[in-house]
């Protein structure tokens, strides 16, 4: 059950309307990174968390991520404030109007189709997806998951905070990047509060490849570190040894029994290409300037 206080969860304080700030605040309103596919990503992974530990930590987490859209959607509406009430009442001249709606960014967008309500779309007018929620049901991966969410959405809160200097702004995407932090911790300490918890799943790895880096990508720039060197790691540079690591042919074959088999040849010999044939094409018969080598005519 939820009930809603009517009480943000921190203050928000706009200085002055700025359709265009409001636009690029719409990242965390709809975007990948919002608060809106955090509190989805976190609520469905709740609902089928069998660790009672776990459960309450993420519908805590959950509801608190509904108060950030809250804030954040704040933002955005105070930020559209001035324009909506403009836009409605047509107080100005056209020309002018729609100069004040593209002052400083793409803001066009949101104001005409929304009327500078915050839409759940990211910044570049995309629509919010539940596509942005890559749960997958098993708490070693979707802690993980959720780690690297918090992280990338603290990231966005710092790119914001560096295109504005309004201090009330600041201020409160200041509070909401740092309960990214405080999030991050506490799925940190729940995924380590499984032991094991790595690799994720039950199934272990294969022990002959488990420990092997396969140095794929030679050349200049070629490079060693704690991620393929030391003592857990087998190097493999050779590039016969990069193939058929299985010790098979490294083909692909399937075995097809009696109608099956011969339905299979009889298509293979139909669509057969002739290598001795050098045909005349459309490109040959239309060919002009910059067409390259042709097939004489």
Not at 72 to 88: D, P
Not at 156 to 179: C, H, Q, S, W
Request: glycine fraction near 12%; charge should be negative.
């Amino acid at each position: 059950m939820f009930m809603h206080n009517k009480r943000l969860m921190y203050t928000v304080r706009v200085s002055e309307p700025n359709p265009a700030l409001a636009t690029l605040m719409l990242e965390q309103f709809g975007g990948p990174q919002g608060e809106l596919a955090a509190a989805m990503r976190y609520f469905t992974q709740a609902l089928a968390e069998e660790d009672p530990g776990r459960k309450d930590m993420l519908l805590d987490i959950a509801t608190e991520e509904l108060s950030h859209l809250e804030v954040i959607g704040s933002i955005v509406s105070m930020l559209n404030r001035g324009i909506k009430g403009r836009l409605a009442e047509a107080t100005e001249e056209e020309a002018d109007l729609y100069m004040s709606l593209n002052e400083g960014g793409e803001s066009h967008t949101t104001s005409i189709l929304y009327g500078g309500a915050p839409a759940l779309v990211n910044s570049a007018g995309v629509p919010w997806t539940a596509a942005y929620i890559d749960s997958i049901g098993d708490p070693g991966c979707d802690l993980r998951s959720n780690i690297a969410a918090e992280a990338r959405a603290k990231i966005v809160y710092e790119r914001l905070i560096n295109v504005t200097d309004d201090p009330g702004i600041k201020d409160a995407l200041g509070f909401l990047m740092t309960r990214e932090v405080a999030h991050q911790k506490s799925f940190e300490k729940a995924l380590y509060s499984m032991q094991p918890n790595f690799p994720p799943g039950k199934l272990p790895g294969m022990p002959e490849f488990s420990d092997k880096y396969y140095n794929m990508s030679q050349g200049e720039g070629d490079a060693r570190g704690p991620w393929n060197e030391g003592a857990q790691w087998e190097t493999v540079d050779d590039r016969e040894d990069q193939g058929a690591v299985d010790g098979g042919d490294g083909g692909a074959s399937v075995e097809l029994k009696g109608e099956a088999a011969s339905t299979v040849k009889a298509m293979a010999e139909r669509l057969a290409s002739d290598a001795a044939s050098n045909p005349i094409t459309g490109a040959d018969l239309g060919a002009g300037p910059g067409a390259g080598t042709t097939t004489p005519v």
